[in-house]
Structures are given as structure tokens and as C-alpha cells.
């Protein structure tokens, strides 16, 4: 008997099938002695339509919600029916004894398989290939310990869970939102947060006031240093109170009152999970979330130098120590060959903050998996990349940098003035290049130059007062609004759940760059630059959303539900239970709401049937449209191209043929659309 082993991507699976000798076979697999080899095409099954339920839901209506099914039903996806039919056929054959998962080895890749399996109805027995490399290597050593399919039902379970919910919330409250305002809607369990989240902050920046502040320097010849006061504020709010002190101060003696000094240890950071190489990879190289998950997808699986992708561990474990060697080894190409060269004239001994095996959950922390680097073999973007995970692999088993930092304190006028350095005695890991986020910084290197010994006695020379002026907050960038969906404790309002919260968030490491894209396919957010700014159109969706949903407080309890779903310490059903008894209040304050709909989107192009606002959307190809705001309108037209003529699209020319037969006089002769559409006008008058 054979086993089928079945693969996320095409991609993957032939790579599986090199390496288990499998040539043979047909169209969607590769056979050998021993396996049969297939694939899906990412998701081949998804959870069915409302109009599966009733035919009634083919058509949106507020009166007929919510849609809350006792049962979720599935289907397969029409684009990729050949491939599952493929599948399917495989399953059913007489000399394929078991079934053995490859999909990717975390929640959605489990759930990718156990859908298939469902509606191919597979009752065999199942094994669980969970890896975290796709090196030959790795994938012989994952072959040769194969888990029990049926150890990773709960994580079916939470990616399950997770998936109808999304079903549940998702849409409802945008069908609700949608009729019930007569305007195109999107909402959701997770992008609604995220994007309140991003118009909170627009909110603080609207509602700032700058205030002016003056800071004082005085010099003493040779230097200069920072007037503080009696907190260590630097800033002084009362122009009047600098201009008294610099009085005092100039041309008076000073004295060295004590002078500090203290060597620190600076340790190396913490290893690369997906979301803290996200927001590197945004501020050093103005690369997004999304794109950064794709390069290293790249990195992953056709160049095999990089470890699985969408995990959420900065840690290894104690068993992966023996290889960190030759995964240095294999850098010997690269610009980092003499650092590594360097940290292999010792054993390689990381500390706790690298080895932790209690903070390994899935998957262990983004490094060079030990295959050969050839950096001429990368595209520019995946060497960018590769080398912020070389940089940070380096670190990590670097010793920590000492820097001595030195401070004076001077006293004139009855005043107080600093006067700080920092000298790095000791390189460690900064040595590499991977940067510093040391927060002693800033306090010290305020001013520089040659410290006085303490007792010295200077005159100070003269004295300048600066004037500068508060900033509102930053807006958020994807690195840092990665950092908030990671950890978003300030914007949670629930006391008790900001105390409680762990692995909760908004969303998870492997779909927080979607959600972020999808809010800006959705017109919802907007980058400028490396600035994400809510759209008048996100404003708007904001206004008519239920508080609670809006706040992060609900999603991340909802994620924490998934991780205890996942860990066996809650079942789906009691889960699922409060997702459709919220979504039954949402669905009911929505029609409610006495909220009236007010377009904040001025100018553009307007719709030319009903004189409403167009939104100018991107499809997943590229394409852009106008799209009518309106719901019960549905017109939309291609944006024109480089010709200046006009393409008109799908739903335009269904437009165009409704309106022709609906005006139409039926007669024999022949008259163009604007005619119709004049002749309508007239015959309205």
C-alpha cells in the first residue's frame, strides 16, 4: 500500500516528491514505489455561500438578518474543482493505505487539509509532516518521524473556529451595514479594530494643540551642556522663565559638582519572529508586511535558506544548539562570512535569550536553515531580506555589547547643566550591523564632547536659549501598527483583560499583513509614504459601526479564546455560541440606529445613474475601477488607460444591457445608449 501525502502549493509538493522518489504519476501528482504525491492550490474548499443556506440570502436584505447557521456548510472552490476532483480520485484508490499531511505546519495550512479530507470524505488513517525547513534534509528527518494526524485535531479545531467566525461576524455585520445605509461596507472581526485603531491615532493628531517650549545651553569654551530642572525636564513652557535663567546664568562661574560613570552590557535582541522582521524590514528597507511575507515565502521555499515563515517564537530549542554551526557554516558567501567565521573559533553557546524551549510553540524563531547561501542567485529584494535574518542570526549568538556611559553635572547661576558620552568598549553583536534600540541612548548623547573632572572650575561663556515646539503623535507605519496588533494593551479598555492578555491580538502573525492590505484595497486606509491614513471612507464605515466592535478589546478576547481552543482549554462550540449571541446584538443596534449616513468624501467622480460618489478600488490583479458608493446602484466602469479611451467593465456593460432593455421601445430601428438615456430623462420630465 502506498500513502498519499498531500501539499499546500504545487510548489511545495514537487519538492516533496524529489525528494521521495516519486517521477511518475499524472496531471496534479507525482508518483513513486512508496508515495503519490499531490497538491492543493492554496485553499481548495471554503465555507459556502449564504445562498446555500436559502436562496433567500442570494439577494441583500436587512429584514432577513442575521444568518446564523445551526451547521456551517462547505464547498469547493470553482477555479480549483480539477485539482480537488484530483485529489479526490487519489483518495478513493485501492493501493493508498494512509494519508499523510504536508500542508504548511500551522493553523490555516491544518485547516487547508482537514477541509479536504472532509468533503472528500477520507476515512483512512492520517500522519502530520511538521516542518520547519524545506531542505532535502529537513524534509527526510520530518519523513522519518511523522506525527500522529490526530495530535493536531485541536489546532483543526481553533482554525476552524477561527474561520467560521469570521463567516459569522464578517458577513452579517457588512450585509447589515450595507442595506441598511443603502452604501458599499466591509467589516469585519479583525479589520474593523485595526482600522479604528489607525483613525484613533488621526484622531490625536487632529485634536493637538502644539505647544512652544524653550531649552537652554550653556557654553563653557570648551563645551556645552543642557540646562535641566529639578524633575530632569529639559523643556521650559514660559518663554519669559528661560530668558530669567539664562540672565542668571551668563558670565557666572560654574563647578563640576560630580561626574558618573557606568559600564553597561548591552544584550543581543531576541531572534526574528514574523512580525518583529515585519516591522524591521518596513523601517529599514520601506518594505510592507505583506511584501516582506512574500519575499520570505520565496526565501523559504525555492531557496530553501530561510525557516518557516509565519511564526510567533524569537526563540530555538535546546535540541537545534548542535546545528547553529553549520547554519553559520553556510554564510561563508556572504558579506557576514568574517563574523561568522569569528563565532565559530568558539562552540556556538547561546543564552536563554535565543534557547527557550518553554517559548517554542509551533515553530522556533526565522533563521538560515544551514543550506549554502549564493547571494547572485537572489533577487535584490530577497538579498534585502536574507540579510536583516543573517544580521540578526549573527546577533543573537554575538556576545553583548559594553558601552561606558559617562555623565557630569555642572552648577552655575544656581542652575544645574548635563553634559553626557557614551564610549563603546566592547562591540559584541552591534558589530554585525543588525542596530541598536538601546533606550539609554538618547539621555546621554544629548551633548557631546571632553568630560571635566568633577571639582573643575569654568565661566560660563554665553548662553542660548532654543525655542522648539510639542509634535502631535507619529501616525502609525506598518511596522509600528504591527507592533500595536501584536500588543495592543493602550488601546484595550477592559482593566482586567489588559492584565490577562498573552496571546491575544488583532489577528495572528500569519494574516496581519492581509488585514492591513485589505483595508487598503477597501479604501479604508491609505499610504503615503510609509503613513497609513484613514480615507474619509474609513471615517465613515467607523461612524456606523457598533462601539464595540470597532474596539480591540473584543477581537483580541476572541483570539485568546482560539489559543485555549488550541490548547484544549476551551471547545469550539461555547466559542461559536458567543460569536453568533454578538453578532445577533450587532446586527440589532445596526437597525436601530438612528444614525444617518453622511457622505465625508467630497469631489471625484460621480456615479453618471445616480449622482453618488465613485470610490476608485484596486482589484487583486492590479486593476482599478470606479465603483459606485452606492448598493442598490451598482454601477462601475474600468479607469481609463494610457490611450485615454475607456475600457468599460464586467458590470458596466451588465448595466448598459439592463438599462437598453428596460428603456428600449422594442422597434426596429437603431439609436445609441445616450440617446436611450436622454429619451429616459424626457420621458421623466
Known sequence: MKSLVLAEKPSVGKELAKVLGCSGGGKGYLEGKSFVVTWAMGHLVELADPSRYDPKYKSWKLEDLPMLPSKMKFKVIGKTSKQFNTVKSLMKRNDIGSLVIATDAGREGELVARLIMKLASWKGPFKRLWISSQTTEAIKQGFATLKDGKEYDRLYAAALARAEADWIV???????????????????????????VIAEREKERDEFTPQPFWQIRADFGTFDAL???????SRIFNHGEALKIKETV???????????????????????????????ANSRLSFSAKKTLSVLQVLYERHKIATY????????TDD????????????????????????????????????????????????????EIFPERLSPEERKLMNLIIERFIAVLSPPAVREYSKAVIEAGGQRFYLGSVRVLEKGWLEAGAGSDDEEDDEYSLVTGRLPDEGTELTVKNVTVTEGSTTPPPRYTEGTLLGVMENPSKYLKNSTLKESLSKGGIGTPATRADIIEKIITNDYVTRQGKELIPTPRGLELLSLVPEELKQVDLTALWEMQLHAIAEGRETPSLYLQEIREKTKVFVTKIKNSTQKYTPLQKGGKKCPLCSRPMVLSTDKRGRKSYVCHTLSCGYSETEEDHSGSRKPGKREKAMNRRLISQYSDKSKGT???ADLIRESERRRK
Open 170 to 196: 464578517g458577513l452579517n455585520i457588512t450585509r447589515a451595514l450595507s442595506t441598511k445605509y443603502d452604501v458599499r461596507l466591509s467589516s469585519g472581526r479583525v479589520q474593523t479594530p485595526t482600522l479604528n
Open 309 to 316: 515563515p509565519r511564526t510567533d517564537s524569537r526563540y530555538i
Open 320 to 371: 537545534m544548539v548542535p546545528t547553529l554551526a553549520k547554519r553559520l557554516k553556510s554564510l561563508k558567501n556572504t558579506p557576514y562570512a568574517a563574523y561568522a567565521d569569528r563565532l565559530l573559533k568558539k562552540p556556538v553557546t547561546p543564552g536563554k535569550r535565543f534557547v527557550n524551549n518553554s517559548k517554542v510553540t509551533d515553530h522556533h524563531a526565522i533563521i538560515p536553515t544551514g543550506e
Open 671 to 673: 439609436a445609441t445608449f
Open 250 to 280: 551668563i558670565g557666572s562661574r560654574g563647578r563640576v559638582v560630580s561626574l558618573s560613570r557606568k559600564k553597561k552590557n548591552i544584550p543581543p535582541p531576541h531572534g526574528y519572529d514574523l512580525t518583529s522582521l515585519q516591522r524591521d
Open 227 to 233: 540646562w535641566k530642572g529639578d524633575r530632569g525636564g
